[in-house]
Protein backbone atom coordinates (compact mmCIF):
# COMPACT_ATOMS: atom_id res chain seq x y z
CA UNK A 1 0.00 0.00 0.00
CA UNK A 2 1.35 3.44 -1.00
CA UNK A 3 2.46 5.62 1.74
CA UNK A 4 -0.05 8.90 2.41
CA UNK A 5 0.82 12.61 1.82
CA UNK A 6 -0.99 15.42 2.81
CA UNK A 7 -0.12 18.60 1.12
CA UNK A 8 -0.89 22.40 2.38
CA UNK A 9 -0.70 24.89 0.97
CA UNK A 10 -3.19 28.14 -0.18
CA UNK A 11 -1.69 28.32 -3.43
CA UNK A 12 -3.85 26.31 -5.79
CA UNK A 13 -0.93 25.98 -8.29
CA UNK A 14 2.10 24.54 -5.89
CA UNK A 15 -0.97 22.19 -4.68
CA UNK A 16 -1.36 20.47 -8.11
CA UNK A 17 2.35 20.24 -8.68
CA UNK A 18 3.23 18.85 -5.96
CA UNK A 19 0.25 16.32 -6.14
CA UNK A 20 0.98 15.45 -10.07
CA UNK A 21 4.64 14.85 -9.11
CA UNK A 22 3.88 12.79 -5.78
CA UNK A 23 0.99 10.98 -7.53
CA UNK A 24 3.48 9.58 -10.40
CA UNK A 25 5.98 8.69 -7.82
CA UNK A 26 3.64 6.12 -6.19
CA UNK A 27 2.01 7.87 -3.68
CA UNK A 28 -1.61 8.63 -2.05
CA UNK A 29 -1.79 12.34 -2.20
CA UNK A 30 -4.34 14.70 -0.31
CA UNK A 31 -4.68 18.22 -0.67
CA UNK A 32 -5.63 20.83 1.68
CA UNK A 33 -5.79 24.97 1.45
CA UNK A 34 -5.51 26.03 4.69
CA UNK A 35 -4.29 24.76 7.82
CA UNK A 36 -8.04 24.23 9.13
CA UNK A 37 -8.86 22.23 6.51
CA UNK A 38 -5.48 20.45 6.50
CA UNK A 39 -6.23 19.85 10.56
CA UNK A 40 -9.83 17.83 9.58
CA UNK A 41 -7.78 15.80 7.17
CA UNK A 42 -5.59 14.73 9.75
CA UNK A 43 -7.72 14.14 12.42
CA UNK A 44 -10.00 11.96 9.72
CA UNK A 45 -6.82 9.45 8.78
CA UNK A 46 -3.50 10.86 9.64
CA UNK A 47 -1.03 10.90 6.75
CA UNK A 48 2.36 9.17 6.96
CA UNK A 49 3.77 12.60 5.67
CA UNK A 50 2.63 16.35 5.77
CA UNK A 51 4.20 18.37 3.42
CA UNK A 52 3.36 22.11 4.58
CA UNK A 53 3.72 25.86 3.38
CA UNK A 54 5.17 28.06 6.01
CA UNK A 55 3.18 31.66 5.19
CA UNK A 56 -0.09 30.55 4.87
CA UNK A 57 -3.56 33.25 5.94
CA UNK A 58 -5.14 32.14 8.95
CA UNK A 59 -2.94 29.76 10.26
CA UNK A 60 0.74 29.87 9.29
CA UNK A 61 2.81 26.45 8.99
CA UNK A 62 4.28 26.50 11.64
CA UNK A 63 1.71 27.03 14.09
CA UNK A 64 -0.30 24.23 12.12
CA UNK A 65 2.30 21.88 13.04
CA UNK A 66 2.91 23.01 16.33
CA UNK A 67 -0.83 22.47 17.41
CA UNK A 68 -1.08 18.83 15.56
CA UNK A 69 2.52 18.32 17.74
CA UNK A 70 0.41 19.21 21.06
CA UNK A 71 -2.25 16.90 20.54
CA UNK A 72 -0.71 13.29 21.82
CA UNK A 73 -3.74 11.52 20.56
CA UNK A 74 -2.18 11.53 17.15
CA UNK A 75 0.52 9.90 15.90
CA UNK A 76 3.93 12.13 15.03
CA UNK A 77 3.84 12.37 11.78
CA UNK A 78 6.93 13.55 9.72
CA UNK A 79 7.03 17.33 8.07
CA UNK A 80 8.57 18.62 5.44
CA UNK A 81 8.08 22.36 5.44
CA UNK A 82 7.82 24.48 2.00
CA UNK A 83 9.15 27.99 1.88
CA UNK A 84 9.92 30.75 -0.78
CA UNK A 85 13.21 31.69 1.04
CA UNK A 86 15.12 30.52 3.70
CA UNK A 87 12.46 31.21 6.78
CA UNK A 88 12.21 29.57 10.24
CA UNK A 89 14.86 27.14 9.51
CA UNK A 90 15.26 27.06 14.35
CA UNK A 91 11.54 27.21 14.69
CA UNK A 92 11.11 24.42 11.81
CA UNK A 93 13.66 22.38 13.84
CA UNK A 94 12.15 23.12 17.11
CA UNK A 95 8.86 21.43 15.49
CA UNK A 96 10.64 18.71 14.37
CA UNK A 97 10.71 19.06 10.39
CA UNK A 98 11.97 16.14 8.47
CA UNK A 99 13.15 18.97 6.08
CA UNK A 100 12.64 22.12 4.03
CA UNK A 101 11.82 22.45 -0.01
CA UNK A 102 12.26 25.97 -1.48
CA UNK A 103 10.07 27.31 -3.80
CA UNK A 104 9.93 27.09 -6.90
CA UNK A 105 9.85 23.28 -5.96
CA UNK A 106 12.73 20.89 -8.01
CA UNK A 107 10.46 17.61 -8.20
CA UNK A 108 13.87 15.35 -7.90
CA UNK A 109 14.59 17.13 -4.58
CA UNK A 110 11.20 16.99 -3.01
CA UNK A 111 10.93 13.41 -4.24
CA UNK A 112 14.22 12.54 -2.84
CA UNK A 113 13.26 13.89 0.64
CA UNK A 114 10.10 12.38 0.80
CA UNK A 115 11.35 8.79 0.76
CA UNK A 116 13.81 9.37 3.44
CA UNK A 117 10.78 10.00 5.56
CA UNK A 118 7.83 7.38 4.37
CA UNK A 119 7.55 3.96 1.94
CA UNK A 120 5.62 3.76 -0.81
CA UNK A 121 7.25 6.00 -4.03
CA UNK A 122 10.57 5.60 -6.24
CA UNK A 123 12.96 7.57 -6.45
CA UNK A 124 13.78 9.72 -9.47
CA UNK A 125 15.73 8.72 -12.37
CA UNK A 126 18.62 10.93 -12.72
Do not use: W
Not at 64 to 91: N, Q
Not at 107 to 116: E, M
Amino acid sequence: MAASILVVDDDESIRDLLRLHLSAAGYEVQVADDAITAGYSVLRSPPDLIICDINMPHMDGFEFIAALRSDKSLPKIPVIFLTSVDDGDLRGKELGAAGYVTKPVRADRLLSLVAQHVPGGVLPIG
